[in-house]
């Protein structure tokens, strides 16, 4: 996994591109998907372990 080397702020994550719809409810929805991610980013207790997932899906070694 790489690191991120600049922040990227929240507006920036939810600003509507150029090329999208204006459907408030779809904005919503990805507003609170976003907010839910960082939030579950935070307590990392709560991840699945990399090594699970790799052998979840056979890529272990």
Do not use: C, H, N
């Not at 507003?31 to 272990?60: N, Y």
């Amino acid at each position: 996994m790489s690191d991120l080397k600049d922040e990227i702020s929240f507006k920036e994550l939810t600003e509507p591109q150029p090329a999208a719809t204006a459907d408030e409810e779809y904005d919503s929805w990805k507003e609170a998907k976003i907010r839910e991610a960082l939030k579950q980013s935070e307590d990392r207790s709560e991840m699945t372990p990399a090594r699970k997932v790799w052998e979840r899906f056979g890529f272990e070694r």
